[in-house]
Each structure stands twice: as structure tokens, then as C-alpha cells.
């Protein structure tokens, strides 16, 4: 039997998301969200998406071995266990690879090293990657395990984008300069924009905008990230649900100084407590919508200051792309919210930049242009689907092998 399915695991700190997917067809065959690991009120719920049947169990999960077996028993349920010969990988979403890893990687003992050695710029993130593969493995020791880095995409960005300006000798000692991310997002969503355009990757240039609760922009060129938003962390950059993107760094001196605030609380402050949700007390922009449609002026200036950085955003990778083919949307908001589309592009005509009303209001989970015909910059909507972009790396990777050519 060939093996053509591939799981798909995203480990968070205190959750595990996952997806089985048959790259046969590229169909999905189920989902799954284990949430609250570690806690008494843990909860899995698994949907097999040929039966449509939906599954919950609600009780502790006491860490993430035994959410995995959670989850391969559900699978197994469904004919599709971890123990299946149909199963050619396991591929895991790694968010920090450093500039080490510039492609999805068949992990082995040097790979989780490396990953391990990256803990110091991505705290929150790596570690739980970390103890999701590492339980992966134990479960099927056999089976081909890859790394899918969120940052990989960006390693093609020029020196000039990637270095802040401090001095080198520290900047290389440790490891500050910019790496990104959403990066399987940002490659996904630029490789559909040029399907759509009916044109090949190498030949157009788009800035993708990924805004999510967390956001950021992407300029490629010709199928290459040349420039992104975020930077050292997921912090720089847009106005997020709830970090707050791009400041003075001096704004953290400030605080601490005057304000008498540690590292730490200055550190929940501008990823937990600031952007959307700082400004106005909401992080969801449908939330944010409703108070400005009642008046809120709070939530009006949350939304004019988000949309003032997305402007000038667009307005620099512009500048770095020189020519721009298309400007596409994608996540949570760029996918639902049109009055968000339409904000961050008014007044844009200047630069061929224009949203056309009607084709903008129309709500669908395909991608789809929303510019004027004969426009000189399209503008597209283009649904993200990262756990398919881990899926096809991942098989690209050991198909051929399981295969057996
Ligand atoms: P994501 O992180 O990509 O899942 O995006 C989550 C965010 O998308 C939420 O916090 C909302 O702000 C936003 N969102 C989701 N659906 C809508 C919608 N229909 N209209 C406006 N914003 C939406």
C-alpha cells in the first residue's frame, strides 16, 4: 500500500492542533484540537471529515504524551491510527529556525539540537515544538518526523533587511537581527496569488498581508521574501489583536525608568496586553467593528491607528519591490474583514491601488481578485491553509521515499 497520508502537528505550549491529510488528492481526513494540557479541564475534540462525525472528551490531559495518544487512539477510531501503513510522516510546525534552517528538515538528534540551541529567541514557541516532536518520535521512532520552520521562507531576505543597525560583533554573538514569520502563510498565500493571476511565482512580485490576532507583511519578489514585517520575535511590525508591533525601543527604558516596571511585566505589556486590545479593551476586529458602528470613539481610534501602519507598511514595500503586482489579504481579518481591505487601500489610487466595492463585499472561502477590472495592481482575497503548506513540504520530502523510488 502507498503511503500518502501525512499528520500534520502544531504543538503549543498547552495545546496540540492537528490535521490528517492524504496527498493523494489533497483531501483532508480529519482535525483535532487537544487544549488546556496540563489542566484539570482539558478537552480534545477530533472531526473525521469523510464520516463528518465530531468527537469530545472533556478531563484531564496531563501533558503532551498523553495528548498524543489521545489523539492516535481518535485517529485510530477513525481506521487512520498512528500505527497505519497509509502514514508516511509526521510533519511539525517549528516556528523559530534560526538562520540555520532554510527548508523543511527530516529531523533527526543535530536537528533537535539546533532547535533546542534557538530556545533563547523564541522562549514561548520552540520549547513546546520541542516536546511535541519529541513525543511524536517516541510514538513512532520509524517514521519519517519533519520540521516545517515558520521562518523559513524569510532566510532569502538581503542582509540589508534582515541586520538592525547596532554593532555587529554583538548583534552576531547573539543572534539579533530579523527573521520573521508566518512564513508558511506568507509562502502559501504568494504561490495561490500568482495561480490566480495565471502566472508562474518567479515572475510577480506581491505583498502579502497575513493579519491575523497576530499580523504581519511579507514583500516577495518573484516567489522570494525580500522583506518582512516581524523581526528578532513575532513583536515588530503591525498593530496585532493584542502585541503592539513597531515602537521607540526607547518606550522600554521609559517604562522601566520612570514607570518602575520589570522586563518581564514590559514584556506581557507588548505581546499580551497592547495592540487592538490595549487600545481599546478588544482584540476582535468584528468586536471593534460593532462599538465604531455604535460610536465608540476608542474603538475608532484602535482601528484608524491599525490601519495607519498597514498603510505605511504598503506604502514601504512598495518602495522595496519597486513594482507590485498584487497586494493579497489572508488570516482571520484579511480573509472576513472587507471594511479592513477597503481602509488599508483608500486613497491608494496613486499607486494603482484601488478595491472594487461590490467584488470586496462578497464573502466565499475561495480566492478571488476584489480589484477593478483593468486595475494595475490586483488585489486578492487568498484563504491561508498552513497545515496543507506542512502537509505538501513534508511529502515533497519523504514521498519519493515511501513511494519506494
Ligand atoms: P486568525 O489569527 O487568523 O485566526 O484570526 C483571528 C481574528 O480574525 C479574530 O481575532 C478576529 O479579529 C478576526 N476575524 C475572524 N472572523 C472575522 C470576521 N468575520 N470579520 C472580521 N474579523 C474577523
Do not use: W
Amino acid at each position: 500500500m502507498n503511503a500518502t497520508r501525512v499528520l500534520v502537528l502544531n504543538s503549543g505550549s498547552s495545546s496540540v492542533k492537528y490535521q490528517l491529510l492524504d496527498m493523494r488528492d489533497a483531501s483532508r481526513l480529519a482535525v483535532g484540537l487537544v487544549e488546556r494540557i496540563g489542566e484539570q479541564t482539558s478537552r480534545l475534540k477530533h472531526t473525521c471529515l469523510s464520516s463528518g462525525d465530531t468527537r469530545e472528551q472533556n478531563g484531564p490531559i496531563a501533558d503532551h504524551d498523553a495528548a498524543l495518544k489521545a489523539v492516535a487512539e481518535e485517529l485510530a477510531k477513525d481506521g487512520s491510527g498512528l500505527d497505519s501503513p497509509e502514514l508516511a510522516a509526521i510533519g511539525h510546525r517549528v516556528v523559530h529556525g534560526g538562520m540555520f534552517f532554510t527548508e523543511p528538515t527530516v529531523i533527526d538528534d543535530a536537528v533537535l539540537t539546533e532547535i533546542e540551541r534557538l530556545i533563547p529567541v523564541a522562549p514561548l514557541h520552540n520549547p513546546a515544538n520541542l516536546t511535541g516532536i519529541r513525543t511524536a518520535m517516541a510514538l513512532r521512532p520509524d517514521l519519517p518526523q519533519v520540521a516545517v520552520f515558520d521562518t523559513a521562507f524569510h532566510t532569502t531576505m538581503p542582509e540589508s533587511a534582515a541586520r538592525y543597525a547596532i554593532e555587529t560583533k554583538l548583534a552576531d554573538r547573539y543572534r539579533v537581527r530579523r527573521y520573521g514569520f508566518h512564513g508558511t502563510s506568507h509562502a502559501y498565500v504568494s504561490r495561490e496569488t500568482a495561480r490566480l493571476l495565471g502566472r508562474a511565482p518567479e515572475d510577480v512580485n506581491v505583498i502579502v498581508l497575513h493579519l491575523g490576532n497576530g499580523a504581519s507583511a511579507t514583500a516577495v519578489r518573484g516567489g522570494k521574501c525580500v522583506d518582512t514585517s516581524m523581526g528578532l520575535t513575532p513583536l515588530e511590525g503591525l498593530v496585532m489583536g493584542t502585541r503592539s508591533g513597531d515602537l521607540d525601543p526607547a518606550v522600554i527604558f521609559h517604562l522601566q525608568r520612570v514607570g518602575g516596571m520589570s522586563m518581564d511585566e514590559i514584556d506581557t505589556l507588548l505581546n499580551k496586553r497592547s495592540g487592538l486590545f490595549g487600545l481599546c479593551g478588544d482584540n476582535d476586529m468584528r468586536e471593534i467593528r460593532r462599538r465604531m458602528d455604535e460610536g465608540d470613539e476608542q474603538a475608532r481610534l484602535a482601528f484608524d491607528i491599525y490601519i495607519h501602519r498597514l498603510k505605511k507598511y504598503i506604502g514601504a514595500y512598495y518602495a522595496v519591490l519597486g513594482t507590485v503586482d498584487a497586494v493579497a489579504f489572508t488570516a482571520g481579518v484579511g480573509e472576513n474583514a472587507d471594511f479592513v481591505r477597503a481602509a488599508a487601500l483608500a486613497g491608494l489610487e496613486g499607486l494603482g491601488l484601488a478595491v472594487d466595492g461590490a467584488r470586496n463585499a462578497v464573502r466565499g472561502g475561495e480566492a478571488r481578485l476584489i480589484s477593478p477590472d483593468g486595475a494595475r495592481v490586483a488585489v486578492a482575497v487568498v484563504p491561508t491553509d498552513e497545515e496543507m503548506e506542512i502537509a505538501s513540504q513534508t511529502y515533497a520530502l519523504v514521498g519519493k521515499d515511501s513511494r519506494g523510488n
